[in-house]
């Protein structure tokens, strides 16, 4: 099996969710699979995690729209991050900036994606999962510390760190 990206309506009928209309606009060869996706502030393409069957690594992949925000003929899929690394949970800031979480340090840091390269802008000791930005731009993720993962607010550095000086604690 796979794990394919599709569309559908949320609807309520009789008190009970139902989705209508699905459709599958990413077909993923089997054993892959795509995960946290997230529709660009624009809603004119689907940022998402895509992990092939039998590579370690995860890419970060945007499928965009041919028009009006629906899937159609000439939609198409392309990598923005395809490394060795796991490259996931994409999100987006107030400001419409690109953001997602990648191991490349060897450590779960955040990444800002703008203009086709990366930024760490994070030097995290332990991980990062899960980011969103609240409307006024404050980070929130879940962090790893040596008690477990836990809810909190994360400061960035917008300028950014040298992922070859990362400072990983064992």
């Given at each position: 099996g796979s794990v394919d990206l599709a569309m559908a309506r949320l609807t309520t009928r009789g008190g009970e969710l139902r989705l209508e209309g699905k459709r599958k606009i990413v077909d993923a060869a089997p054993g892959d699979r795509?995960?946290?996706?997230?529709?660009?502030?624009?809603q004119k393409s689907i940022v998402f995690a895509w992990k092939k069957e039998g590579q370690l690594s995860e890419g970060l992949y945007r499928y965009a729209f041919?028009?009006?925000?629906?899937?159609?003929?000439?939609?198409?899929?392309?990598?923005?991050?395809?490394?060795?690394?796991?490259?996931?949970?994409?999100?987006?800031?107030?400001?419409?900036?690109?953001y997602y979480v990648s191991d490349r340090t060897g450590v779960d840091n955040?990444?800002?994606?703008?203009?086709?390269?990366?930024?760490?802008?994070?030097?995290?000791?332990?991980?990062?999962?899960?980011?969103?930005?609240?409307?006024?731009?404050?980070?929130?993720?879940?962090?790893?510390?040596?008690?477990?993962?836990?809810?909190?607010?994360?400061e960035t550095n917008p300028a950014g760190f040298d992922p070859a000086k990362a400072k990983i604690q064992v």
């Open positions: 795509i995960a946290n996706p997230k529709f660009s502030p624009d041919a028009n009006s925000g629906k899937p159609a003929e000439g939609s198409r899929v392309s990598p923005l991050v395809a490394d060795e690394a796991k490259n996931r949970f994409p999100a987006f800031d107030p400001k419409n900036v690109l955040l990444y800002r994606f703008e203009n086709g390269r990366s930024t760490m802008v994070t030097n995290m000791t332990g991980a990062l999962w899960l980011p969103t930005f609240h409307p006024k731009g404050d980070l929130y993720a879940s962090v790893l510390k040596k008690e477990g993962f836990s809810a909190a607010r994360v």
